[in-house]
Protein backbone atom coordinates (compact mmCIF):
# COMPACT_ATOMS: atom_id res chain seq x y z
CA UNK A 1 0.00 0.00 0.00
CA UNK A 2 2.68 2.22 0.79
CA UNK A 3 3.63 2.38 -2.95
CA UNK A 4 0.69 4.08 -3.91
CA UNK A 5 1.44 7.03 -1.84
CA UNK A 6 5.18 7.38 -3.18
CA UNK A 7 3.42 8.54 -6.68
CA UNK A 8 2.30 11.68 -5.74
CA UNK A 9 5.40 12.89 -4.26
CA UNK A 10 7.15 11.23 -7.05
CA UNK A 11 4.89 13.31 -9.64
CA UNK A 12 5.58 16.50 -7.59
CA UNK A 13 9.17 16.22 -6.97
CA UNK A 14 9.27 15.53 -10.97
CA UNK A 15 7.34 19.20 -11.87
CA UNK A 16 9.58 20.81 -9.09
CA UNK A 17 12.86 19.71 -10.74
CA UNK A 18 11.70 19.99 -14.23
CA UNK A 19 10.26 23.82 -13.72
CA UNK A 20 6.71 23.37 -14.80
CA UNK A 21 5.81 25.17 -11.63
CA UNK A 22 5.60 28.83 -13.01
CA UNK A 23 5.11 31.55 -9.91
CA UNK A 24 5.78 34.45 -12.08
CA UNK A 25 8.35 36.46 -12.97
CA UNK A 26 10.58 38.55 -10.62
CA UNK A 27 10.01 42.56 -10.31
CA UNK A 28 11.95 45.17 -9.65
CA UNK A 29 10.31 48.99 -10.28
CA UNK A 30 10.18 52.50 -9.04
CA UNK A 31 6.96 52.48 -10.86
CA UNK A 32 4.79 50.07 -8.67
CA UNK A 33 1.80 49.23 -10.47
CA UNK A 34 -1.86 49.81 -8.93
CA UNK A 35 -2.14 46.03 -8.52
CA UNK A 36 1.33 46.22 -6.80
CA UNK A 37 0.35 48.66 -4.21
CA UNK A 38 -3.02 46.66 -3.45
CA UNK A 39 -1.42 43.78 -2.83
CA UNK A 40 1.48 45.59 -0.23
CA UNK A 41 -1.83 47.21 1.36
CA UNK A 42 -3.36 44.02 2.05
CA UNK A 43 -0.65 41.99 2.79
CA UNK A 44 1.50 44.54 5.05
CA UNK A 45 -1.56 45.49 6.40
CA UNK A 46 -1.70 49.10 5.22
CA UNK A 47 -4.57 51.36 6.12
CA UNK A 48 -6.26 51.88 3.01
CA UNK A 49 -7.17 55.89 4.30
CA UNK A 50 -3.85 56.57 3.96
CA UNK A 51 -2.29 58.15 0.88
CA UNK A 52 0.94 56.42 -0.08
CA UNK A 53 3.33 57.29 -2.85
CA UNK A 54 5.38 54.19 -3.78
CA UNK A 55 8.88 54.93 -4.80
CA UNK A 56 10.12 51.33 -5.14
CA UNK A 57 8.76 47.44 -5.22
CA UNK A 58 10.36 44.62 -5.41
CA UNK A 59 9.14 40.83 -5.62
CA UNK A 60 10.78 37.77 -5.62
CA UNK A 61 8.13 34.99 -7.09
CA UNK A 62 8.33 31.30 -5.63
CA UNK A 63 6.91 29.18 -3.26
CA UNK A 64 7.71 31.51 -0.43
CA UNK A 65 7.12 35.26 -1.41
CA UNK A 66 9.62 38.13 -0.46
CA UNK A 67 8.90 42.16 -0.88
CA UNK A 68 10.46 44.56 -0.86
CA UNK A 69 8.46 48.59 -0.61
CA UNK A 70 9.39 51.81 -0.21
CA UNK A 71 7.26 54.66 0.03
CA UNK A 72 6.32 58.27 1.16
CA UNK A 73 3.16 58.27 3.61
CA UNK A 74 0.63 61.22 3.71
CA UNK A 75 0.90 61.35 7.59
CA UNK A 76 3.57 61.79 10.55
CA UNK A 77 1.50 59.59 12.41
CA UNK A 78 2.81 55.77 11.95
CA UNK A 79 0.06 54.80 14.21
CA UNK A 80 -2.53 55.62 11.84
CA UNK A 81 -0.29 54.09 8.81
CA UNK A 82 -0.99 50.57 10.20
CA UNK A 83 -3.89 48.03 10.84
CA UNK A 84 -3.78 47.31 14.46
CA UNK A 85 -4.26 44.39 14.92
CA UNK A 86 -1.62 42.89 13.93
CA UNK A 87 0.55 45.69 13.26
CA UNK A 88 1.12 47.55 16.54
CA UNK A 89 3.14 50.37 15.82
CA UNK A 90 3.77 51.26 19.37
CA UNK A 91 6.09 48.53 18.90
CA UNK A 92 8.36 50.18 17.04
CA UNK A 93 11.55 51.73 18.06
CA UNK A 94 14.10 54.10 17.72
CA UNK A 95 17.84 52.96 16.56
CA UNK A 96 16.59 50.29 14.57
CA UNK A 97 19.04 48.82 12.49
CA UNK A 98 17.25 47.62 8.98
CA UNK A 99 19.15 44.09 8.64
CA UNK A 100 18.71 42.70 4.92
CA UNK A 101 17.12 44.55 1.37
CA UNK A 102 18.57 44.36 -1.68
CA UNK A 103 21.10 46.31 -3.55
CA UNK A 104 18.40 47.90 -5.46
CA UNK A 105 19.20 51.74 -6.18
CA UNK A 106 15.69 52.95 -4.71
CA UNK A 107 16.49 50.98 -1.80
CA UNK A 108 17.88 52.75 0.74
CA UNK A 109 17.19 53.25 4.36
CA UNK A 110 19.43 55.23 6.26
CA UNK A 111 22.09 53.64 8.41
CA UNK A 112 20.50 55.69 11.50
CA UNK A 113 17.38 57.69 12.64
CA UNK A 114 15.25 54.99 11.39
CA UNK A 115 12.82 54.05 13.61
CA UNK A 116 10.90 50.36 13.31
CA UNK A 117 10.25 46.71 14.05
CA UNK A 118 10.03 43.44 13.27
CA UNK A 119 6.36 41.88 13.55
CA UNK A 120 5.13 38.09 13.17
CA UNK A 121 2.14 38.32 10.86
CA UNK A 122 -1.09 35.80 10.29
CA UNK A 123 -0.33 32.88 8.21
CA UNK A 124 3.06 32.17 8.96
CA UNK A 125 4.56 35.88 6.85
CA UNK A 126 6.58 37.87 8.61
CA UNK A 127 7.61 41.70 7.92
CA UNK A 128 10.35 44.75 9.12
CA UNK A 129 8.87 47.91 8.65
CA UNK A 130 10.64 50.85 9.67
CA UNK A 131 10.10 54.69 8.99
CA UNK A 132 12.03 58.23 8.57
CA UNK A 133 10.00 61.19 9.83
CA UNK A 134 10.42 63.82 7.08
CA UNK A 135 9.96 66.82 8.97
CA UNK A 136 7.12 67.93 6.74
CA UNK A 137 4.36 65.92 7.51
CA UNK A 138 5.24 62.49 5.59
CA UNK A 139 7.06 58.93 6.66
CA UNK A 140 9.34 57.52 4.26
CA UNK A 141 8.29 53.82 4.78
CA UNK A 142 10.57 50.84 3.88
CA UNK A 143 8.98 47.52 4.43
CA UNK A 144 10.39 44.12 4.19
CA UNK A 145 8.01 41.10 3.85
CA UNK A 146 7.61 37.15 3.36
CA UNK A 147 6.54 34.23 3.69
CA UNK A 148 7.86 31.14 5.20
Not at 17 to 30: A, E, H, K, R
Not at 32 to 41: G, I, Q
Not at 51 to 56: A, L, M, N
Amino acid sequence: MTKYYAWPAIIIGALLLSGCLDFGPNISTTKPTAEHVKYCRSEMYLNPQIIIEPQGFKLLSGIDRYVEFKFVAHTNDVSKLFLSPPVDALLMQPNYVFNGGSDEVWWDPPSSGLIGANYNLPNVRFMKAAYVDNGDGTLTVYIIWHET
